[in-house]
């Protein structure tokens, strides 16, 4: 009996060390998956002039890392520039790669006025973009045309970007990509839709577009016909937000 007892004891003994090691194994794998998963942000750095005189090249310059990482494999980096509140007409320049995590660009800007430069980088599944002010000319000059009774519109706190492919061929399924911010932080649980119309058409089509994470909304559609196509992508929340803005899509056959 005292053998039998004893063995029952070995045995029994066995049976929980082997469940403390393997309840320290899944708590090792369960942190080590954690790790893995655990994604870091995108930071990007955007250098622009302060103030400079019409006329003057300016040089725009995005530096993307990712933690300790200089990000050279961006998908994408584009610098928007707009005037104070004309944002429908802005122009988009894409940037060179100069290496080391380092993208750059250079425009003339002709007219006095404040201005806005946004970089918009989409790299390793993350986009963010940033976005400086830029004082062109003499800021006595801009401040005599506001007390002048000029009035200005209103600059929105909400960035929206659009990703499509380079090329949309008719007939085929397209996804179109929204990302948004508000105030330099992503923009999430918003109502975003689509709205898609052929120049020259009345009749629009309205998609749908669903989060698939923080401030990244995508929908898909296709285009019947080629030609040109007017792309507005509203946006709608909760707290009263209702901003929209408008691409330009040409679509071959």
């Not at 060179?96 to 003339?108: H, I, M, P, R, T």
């Not at 009774?149 to 007939?171: M, Q, R, T």
């Not at 948004?180 to 709205?195: G, I, P, W, Y």
Request: proline share 1%.
């Amino acid at each position: 009996m005292n053998k039998l007892g004893s063995w029952v004891s070995i045995v029994s003994i066995s049976m929980v060390l082997a469940a403390c090691g393997q309840d320290s194994t899944n708590e090792t794998e369960n942190a080590t998956t954690a790790e893995e998963t655990q994604v870091e942000t995108l930071d990007v750095e955007l250098d622009t002039p302060e103030e400079a005189e019409a006329g003057d090249t300016l040089t725009l310059t995005a530096t993307v890392t990712q933690g300790d990482d200089k990000v050279d494999d961006a998908d994408e980096v584009m610098f928007e520039i707009w005037k104070e509140g004309s944002k429908d007409d802005s122009e988009k320049i894409e940037a060179s790669n100069d290496g080391e995590g380092v993208y750059s660009a250079e425009k003339v800007i002709e007219n006095e006025g404040k201005y806005f430069v946004q970089s918009h980088v989409t790299a390793r599944d993350l986009h963010t973009m940033p976005k400086n002010e830029i004082v062109i000319g003499s800021e006595s000059e801009e401040k005599a045309t506001s007390e002048s009774g000029h009035e200005h519109k209103h600059e929105s706190d909400v960035s929206i970007h659009l990703l499509k492919p380079d090329e949309i061929k008719a007939n085929q399924d397209v996804d179109l990509m929204v990302h948004l911010q508000k105030n330099d932080t992503v923009l999430s649980d918003a109502n975003v839709r689509f709205e898609i119309s052929k120049e020259g058409e009345e009749n629009a089509e309205w998609v749908d577009a669903e989060e698939m994470k923080d401030g990244e909304y995508e929908g898909s559609t296709s285009f019947k016909e080629a030609g040109d196509y007017t792309v507005t992508i509203h946006v709608e929340n909760d707290e009263g937000l209702h901003e929209h803005t408008e691409e330009r899509v040409t679509v071959t056959e």
